[in-house]
Structure formats: C-alpha cells, structure tokens
C-alpha cells in the first residue's frame, strides 16, 4: 500500500526496529506503528546475555518471549541481538580457565539459539569485536572475552555453536563505524579470514549509529565494500540513527566538546537534512541487492538511547516524533522516487 514502509522495501530487505516489551504491549502506539510499518523487530536490550542469563545456567526468557509473541502474532520477524558482546554480559561468564570459559560460551550459546530455534531469522553471533584503534597490530578489540578466551578464538566458538544449534537462522558479525575506512578494513579482514577457515558466517551487520554530517556516500561504500570483496555475505543495516548532532571523537570518549542542547527548538535545516539523509540512504540500499534487512534503533524519538549518550540530550534521530507522529524522514522515505 502507498506510504507503507514494508511494501515500499517488499522483496527488496526487512525493514525492522529495536523495541522493548513495553513498546510492543497492547494498545501502546508503537505497537500500532510496527504493526502498520515494519516487518522485523530487534530486541534493544531484552535478548543481551545479562537479561537472558542473569545467573549462570539459570535463563529468563520471559521478556524475550514477550517480542516474540508480539511478533508471531503480527506476521513481523525477529533478528537475534546479540549473542556476545563485551557489555551487558555478566562477570561469570570471563572466569575460570579457558577450557571453562569456552564450554560456558558454548553452553550459552547453544542453549539460547536453540530456546528462539526457527524463530529467529538472524543472529549477531559477536558484537564489537573488532578494534576501533587505526594504528592496532591485531584487528581485534582487546576486551573481557579476547582476554578471557586467551584470544579471537571465541568468535569462531561462538560462531560453530551457533550454526550447530539452529543451521537456519543467518549468522551476523555486528559492529558500529563500518563506515569508516580503518575500522571497515579491520572487519574485512576478520570476516575474511573466517571465511577462509570455513568458519560459518553468512553476513556483517552494519550498525550505523551516524551523525548529522555523515556522508550518505561513506555509508554505501560499506556495503560496497563488502560486495566487491566477498560472495555470498550478505549485509544488514543492524541499528540505524541519524543524530541531529554533530560531535568530536571527544565527546563519545570522555563526554567533551559535544554538541550543545537544542532542546525543543531543533532548527529546520536538521530536520530537513536528516529527511534528504534518510532517503539517499533507504534508496542506496533498496538499489543494493546484498542488503537484506535494515533496522532503525528504535521507532520514535521520545525513547531512543541518543537522548542519553554520549550525553543527556535531547535528540531526535529516528522515524518518528515525541509524540509518536511520523516525521519528514519517515515521508522522505515512502514517498513514491
Ligand atoms: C543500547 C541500548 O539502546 C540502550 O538502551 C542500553 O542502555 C545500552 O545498549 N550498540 C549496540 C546496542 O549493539 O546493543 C546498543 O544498545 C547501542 C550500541
């Protein structure tokens, strides 16, 4: 139907967003959205290791459960976030010897793939592994699990289990600033390396967290990128939000420098800007076969995570309004070319 996300993309990619249970509840407007709108969902914290194992071997999937209902009942899908991550994962998970920590993973792994078995279409098996650092020897970020696992080996760990447990869902490594050219080069080089060793991998998720400044064109050359260097990998844009701020480096690493407040008077020009972004991009990837889902990091601003990071700030990165009424960018996008 015209001014319909989902058809606008149909055949062409998933057009999903990260929600909460509260947001999918009956009778909340963004249900009503998503159910009008999108055809995927992402849980935004709910299917992170610390919700879904809290203790060691003891699982909650009660609230994982409830996006799932919500989506089976509305004909939407569900992507998988995030199997492994360096954050939102409890301490147990890091101790012990690494034979330990290895049948932890794997135990882990196994047990919540196979819980969403036929029932998640893709997972981000690892989340931000890959090192943001341009001058790095190993491409790998040194974190809690490469320190753990003595090494880059969980990710292949991970990975194996994962196909193991459900050989249907598409398997995702997921990263943010593949629109930058070090932290991509870093990501191909994993990613093909991988692939070398016959590791199960299927596609690079493509967060895509960006700024009001961030050429339309650096973002497409990602998946460019990936098509010219790889067959058969397929891209997913995993967490997409246009932030109406431009900041330094500073202030996503010690909270300087960043951008002053808007507040509630955000200037037109942003807003126009992002409603042009958002449809170069949504173009850009309609007219690229190997991207098969994208998903916004949220569905209206009154609740995105930008309004608290790298600060607290009012931010307006996403399709819909405070007030849940759909935005410049959102007729950007299904507005007939
Ligand atoms: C964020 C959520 O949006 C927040 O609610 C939470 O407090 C922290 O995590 N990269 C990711 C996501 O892979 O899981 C993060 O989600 C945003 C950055």
């Given at each position: 139907?015209?001014?319909?996300?989902?058809?606008?993309?149909?055949?062409?990619?998933?057009?999903?967003?990260?929600?909460?249970?509260?947001?999918?509840?009956?009778?909340?407007?963004?249900?009503?959205?998503?159910?009008?709108?999108?055809?995927?969902?992402?849980a935004?914290?709910v299917m992170k290791p610390g919700a879904l194992a809290p203790?060691?071997?003891s699982y909650t999937f009660e609230a994982a459960?409830?996006?799932?209902?919500?989506?089976?009942?509305?004909?939407?899908?569900?992507?998988?976030?995030?199997l492994?991550?360096?954050?939102a994962?409890?301490?147990?998970?890091?101790?012990?010897?690494?034979?330990?920590?290895?049948?932890?993973?794997?135990?882990y792994?196994?047990d919540v793939?196979?819980h969403f078995?036929?029932?998640?279409?893709?997972?981000?098996?690892?989340?931000?592994?890959?090192?943001?650092?341009?001058?790095?020897?190993?491409?790998?970020?040194?974190?809690?699990?490469?320190?753990?696992?003595?090494?880059?080996?969980?990710?292949?760990?991970?990975?194996?289990?994962?196909?193991?447990?459900?050989?249907?869902?598409?398997?995702?490594?997921?990263?943010?600033?593949?629109?930058?050219?070090?932290?991509?080069?870093?990501?191909?080089?994993?990613?093909?390396?991988?692939?070398?060793?016959?590791?199960?991998?299927?596609?690079?998720?493509?967060?895509?967290?960006?700024?009001?400044?961030?050429?339309?064109?650096?973002?497409?050359?990602?998946?460019?990128?990936?098509?010219?260097?790889?067959?058969?990998?397929?891209?997913?844009?995993?967490?997409?939000?246009?932030?109406?701020?431009?900041?330094?480096?500073?202030?996503?690493?010690?909270?300087?420098?960043?951008?002053?407040?808007?507040?509630?008077?955000?200037?037109?020009?942003?807003?126009?800007?992002?409603?042009?972004?958002?449809?170069?991009?949504?173009?850009?990837?309609?007219?690229?076969?190997?991207?098969?889902?994208?998903?916004?990091?949220?569905?209206?601003?009154?609740?995105?995570?930008?309004?608290?990071?790298?600060?607290?700030?009012?931010?307006?990165?996403?399709?819909?309004?405070?007030?849940?009424?759909?935005?410049?960018?959102?007729?950007?996008?299904?507005?007939?070319?």
């Open positions: 139907a015209r001014g319909v996300l989902r058809d606008k993309f149909r055949n062409k990619f998933l057009v999903g967003a990260a929600v909460t249970p509260a947001q999918v509840a009956e009778g909340q407007t963004e249900a009503d959205i998503l159910k009008d709108q999108f055809n995927s969902i992402t935004e914290n203790t060691e071997g459960d409830r996006l799932l209902t919500f989506a089976q009942a509305n004909t939407i899908a569900l992507r998988g976030h995030a492994l991550w360096h954050r994962t409890p301490d147990y998970f890091f101790q012990g010897t690494q034979d330990e920590v290895k049948a932890r993973l794997e135990k792994v196994t793939v196979t078995k036929g029932k998640v279409y893709a997972w981000d098996v690892v989340n931000e592994v890959i090192s943001d650092d341009d001058g790095a020897t190993a491409p790998y970020r040194n974190s809690n699990w490469y320190q753990a696992a003595g090494g880059a080996d969980y990710i292949d760990w991970a990975f194996e289990a994962a196909r193991k447990a459900d050989p249907d869902a598409l398997l995702f490594i997921n990263d943010y600033n593949t629109e930058l050219t070090g932290k991509r080069a870093r990501l191909l080089q994993v990613v093909k390396d991988m692939q070398d060793r016959g590791i199960p991998i299927d596609g690079i998720g493509h967060q895509m967290h960006i700024q009001a400044a961030t050429p339309v064109a650096d973002v497409l050359a990602a998946i460019d990128d990936v098509d010219n260097q790889f067959m058969g990998i397929i891209n997913h844009v995993t967490e997409l939000d246009i932030s109406i701020y431009n900041d330094p480096a500073s202030c996503f690493k010690n909270q300087t420098n960043c951008a002053a407040d808007y507040g509630n008077n955000i200037p037109q020009t942003a807003v126009d800007d992002q409603a042009q972004k958002y449809r170069d991009l949504y173009n850009g990837f309609e007219a690229r076969p190997s991207v098969t889902s994208v998903t916004t990091w949220g569905v209206s601003d009154a609740q995105s995570w930008l309004n608290g990071y790298p600060v607290n700030r009012t931010n307006a990165p996403l399709l819909y309004n405070r007030d849940r009424a759909a935005k410049k960018a959102f007729r950007a996008i299904v507005e007939p070319d």
